[in-house]
């Protein structure tokens, strides 16, 4: 296990907010507790978990209807989530294109994109800075 902490790396400070991030090799499955939980993480049956607590809620979310319907509605969420940010990226490239370009009023990039003209202003001053 590889523990490390999060850098800012334009100043090359540490965070300090007190969080860690710990690299698991999840291939290891020995007998220490991190072995266990691993294996705990792959295992496809509670009844053979290492930890008690893993496999009561690993069952409850995977065979218990309100727990299967809780994980559906994340994992749908998730599914909205990233689509809308995948719009949201399509729309920013277009306008940035359309920038580019040069060939477009901001107001006319507003309207095109659906964004405010504040919003493509935005854009704009990025792409100059």
Not at 64 to 92: F, T
Not at 95 to 104: F, I, P, S, W
Not at 119 to 127: C, F, G, N, P, T
């Amino acid at each position: 296990m590889e523990a490390s902490e999060r850098v800012n790396l334009d100043t090359g400070k540490l965070f300090g907010d007190g969080e860690h991030i710990l690299y698991v090799n999840g291939e290891y499955q020995g007998n220490s507790d991190i072995g266990k939980l691993m294996y705990d993480f792959s295992c496809t049956d509670t009844g053979d978990m290492n930890f008690e607590l893993t496999a009561k809620r690993t069952q409850y979310l995977k065979e218990n209807l309100k727990g299967v319907s809780g994980m559906c509605k994340i994992i749908k969420d998730m599914r909205r989530e990233e689509r809308e940010e995948g719009i949201r990226e399509g729309v920013r490239w277009a306008v940035l294109r359309m920038l580019e370009a040069g060939k477009y009023a901001l107001e006319e990039i507003a309207d095109i994109s659906c964004l405010s003209l504040d919003e493509v202003k935005k854009l704009q001053a990025e792409q100059n800075a």
